[in-house]
Nanobody, 121 residues
Framework: VQLQAYGGGLVQAGGSLRLSCAASGRTFSIYYMGWFRQAPGKEREFVGVISRSGGETYYADSVKGRFTISRDNAKNTVYLQMNSLKPEDTAVYYC???????????????WGQGTLVTVSS
């Protein structure tokens, strides 16, 4: 599966942004979809993951209550709704596909190219 993330941009602290990740192919629904991010000078970190049906999600503590992952299998798209953004959320955000509901990047075999989110204070 090929993934393409988009929707990043510049937003003020406290604002909202929605990222999208479009997948090619007809097998999108068999994958768990995760979001990761990488801030400048830091390692890539887990943000959240959604189950194949969309009925289950799991988030990193740093974004819990502010970020929401959803998916539309008919459109082969997964979303990351980000609210109450903070400057520390500034990073390149990546979507990824896995055959398990993992939290480690090595569990994901397919990655999008990343989209930059910048949160100004």
């Amino acid at each position: 599966v090929q993934l393409q993330a988009y929707g990043g941009g510049l937003v003020q602290a406290g604002g909202s942004l929605r990222l999208s990740c479009a997948a090619s192919g007809r097998t999108f629904s068999i994958y768990y979809m995760g979001w990761f991010r990488q801030a400048p000078g830091k390692e890539r970190e887990f943000v959240g993951v959604i189950s194949r049906s969309g009925g289950e999600t799991y988030y990193a503590d740093s974004v819990k209550g502010r970020f929401t992952i959803s998916r539309d299998n008919a459109k082969n798209t997964v979303y990351l709704q980000m609210n109450s953004l903070k400057p520390e959320d500034t990073a390149v955000y990546y979507c990824a596909a896995s055959t398990s509901m993992g939290v480690r990047s090595r569990e994901y075999g397919y990655w999008g190219q990343g989209t930059l989110v910048t949160v100004s204070s």
